[in-house]
C-alpha cells in the first residue's frame, strides 16, 4: 500500500481497533518505563506507548510529524549492548569456547538480560517489566492448530528451521556452561530472542520461489558450467516481490538457463567472456524470443505449483479478511494477511508472464502498439515496462529477421545484379 491511501488505512486499522482495557499494573508499568526514559535523558517528542491486547503493542505519533524532525533521542545508557553480554561470565566462556551460533549477535544481547533480570534492583528493570510475558503472536509459539492458518506458507518450513536454531544454540550454551538452563528454559530463552530480533531487512511479502536445474536436462552440465560462475548448487530459492530487484531478475535470468535449448546455450557460452552474458547474474538479458516465450510458460507453471499448496485462494482470503469477522491482531488473521500477501505477489508474477506471453506471440506492430497501450492502463506498470522494453524488442528483431529472410527467399545468388 503506497501513499496517502496507504497511511490513511494503517491509521484507520488502529483507529477501528476495538478498546482494549489495559490492566492498572500495565498502565503503570507503561508510566514508570517511560518516566525512568525521560528522567535518564532520553526525549521522546510526540510519541506514546499503546496496547492492542494479544500482546500487540504500538508505538504512536500524538501528532504529525514533519520531515527531518528528530522523534526519540535515546543516550547510550539506556541501551543494552552485544559487549554488555559478552562481558558477562557466560558470555566470556561462550567466546573462549569459539562457539558456532546461528545468532550470535543476538544471543549476546539476550544473555545479559536474561542474567540481569533476576536482579530487582537492575537498572533496566522498567524496561523489564513491559516486556510482553509469552510473545504467543510470534509463529515460532504458535500451537500446532495456529500453524495450520500458515498451510501452503514457507514460513511454515522457516519457523521449523528457526526452532531447531534456537533449541541447537541453547543445547550448544548448556555444554559450555551447565549452570545455563538454572538460569532460563529453552522456551525462556526463546523468548529472550524473540524480544531481541531485528528485520532481516525482507519485504513482508516475499515469496521465495525454488527455482532448480533438472538434471533429466540434456544439456545438465553445460548449464551447470554456466550457472557455477556465480553460485555453487544447482538451485536457489529466490525471495521475491512485486519489484524490479535484483532477485527477480535472478528468478528470470534462471528460468532462462533452464529453458535453454543447444541454441541458446551457445549464445550463452560464446558470449561469455564480453560484458553481455558473462554468467548467470548477467542473463537477465533476453537471449531470444522462443526462449524468453518457454521462460514465461515456465513462470506460469512455478506460479501455479505454489499457488495449489495453499488450501484457499486469494479473493477467499480477502472475502474473510473483510467480512470473516476474523478479530484485529490475532494470530489467525496475521496468518491470513500473511498467505493473502503471498498469493497476491505470485499473482502478480503469473499475470506479468501471461501478459508478456501474448505480447511475444503477436507478428504485427500496429497489433503490438494496441496491445501495449492497453496493457499501459490496465496492468502494473512493472508489466507495462517489461512489455515496452524486452517484448518490444524482442519482437522488432523477430520480424526484422522474418522481412530479411522473406526479401531473399527467391534471390539467385548466382546471377549478380
Not at 7 to 24: G, L
Not at 339 to 367: H, M, P, Q, W, Y
Amino acid at each position: 500500500m503506497e501513499g496517502e491511501a496507504g497511511i490513511k488505512n494503517d491509521r484507520d486499522k488502529f483507529e477501528k481497533a476495538p478498546t482494549v482495557e489495559v490492566s492498572p499494573d500495565l498502565s503503570d508499568k507503561f508510566t514508570i518505563f517511560e518516566r525512568w526514559l525521560r528522567e535518564n535523558g532520553t526525549k521522546t517528542r510526540k510519541l506514546e506507548l499503546r496496547d492492542y491486547g494479544n500482546e500487540v503493542r504500538g508505538c504512536h505519533a500524538t501528532s504529525e510529524i514533519v520531515e527531518d524532525e528528530t522523534i526519540i533521542e535515546v543516550p547510550l545508557k539506556c541501551l543494552i549492548t552485544v559487549e554488555m553480554g559478552k562481558d558477562t561470565d557466560i558470555g566470556r566462556a561462550i567466546i573462549d569456547a569459539n562457539l558456532e551460533l546461528d545468532a550470535p549477535k543476538h544471543i549476546f544481547l539476550m544473555l545479559y538480560m536474561l542474567i540481569d533480570r533476576h536482579n530487582p534492583h537492575s537498572f533496566f528493570k522498567p524496561y523489564y517489566d513491559i516486556l510482553p510475558p509469552t510473545l504467543s503472536n510470534m509463529p515460532i509459539f504458535w500451537s500446532p492448530e495456529e500453524l495450520k492458518y500458515l498451510q501452503g506458507s514457507y514460513m511454515l518450513k522457516q519457523i521449523e528451521e528457526r526452532n531447531h536454531a534456537i533449541a541447537a544454540d541453547y543445547q550448544s550454551i548448556c555444554n559450555v556452561v551447565p549452570s545455563f538452563n538454572s538460569i532460563c528454559s529453552l522456551d525462556e530463552f526463546k523468548w529472550a530472542l524473540e524480544n531481541n530480533i531485528e528485520t532481516d531487512g525482507c519485504c513482508p511479502n516475499e515469496v521465495p520461489v525454488l527455482v532448480e536445474l533438472k538434471n533429466s536436462d540434456p544439456l545438465y552440465d553445460a548449464k551447470c558450467t554456466y550457472y557455477r560462475r556465480d553460485f555453487m548448487v544447482p538451485y536457489r530459492r529466490i525471495r521475491v516481490c512485486v519489484s524490479d530487484n535484483e532477485n527477480t531478475k535472478l528468478l528470470l535470468a534462471m528460468l532462462r538457463l533452464i529453458e535453454s535449448d543447444k541454441e541458446d546455450l551457445e549464445i550463452l557460452l560464446s558470449c561469455s567472456g564480453s560484458s553481455m552474458y558473462r554468467s548467470i547474474r548477467d542473463a537477465d538479458i533476453a537471449i531470444s524470443l522462443k526462449n524468453e516465450l518457454r521462460m514465461l510458460q515456465s513462470l506460469v507453471r512455478l506460479i501455479d505449483e505454489h499457488l495449489r499448496q495453499y488450501p484457499t485462494t486469494f479473493e477467499e482470503d480477502v472475502h474473510r479478511l473483510q467480512h470473516g469477522n476474523v478479530p484485529l491482531f490475532s494470530n489467525e488473521r496475521n496468518a491470513l494477511i500473511q498467505v493473502k500477501g503471498e498469493k497476491e505477489v505470485l499473482l502478480f508474477f503469473r499475470d506479468f508472464a501471461n501478459t508478456g506471453a501474448i505480447g511475444l506471440k503477436l507478428r504485427d506492430l500496429s497489433e503490438f502498439d494496441e496491445f501495449l497501450n492497453q496493457v499501459r492502463v490496465s496492468k502494473h506498470t512493472l508489466i507495462f515496462q517489461y512489455c515496452r522494453g524486452t517484448v518490444g524488442r524482442l519482437l522488432h528483431e523477430e520480424i526484422r529477421r522474418g522481412d530479411y529472410r522473406a526479401s531473399h527467399r527467391n534471390i539467385d545468388l548466382s546471377k549478380p545484379t
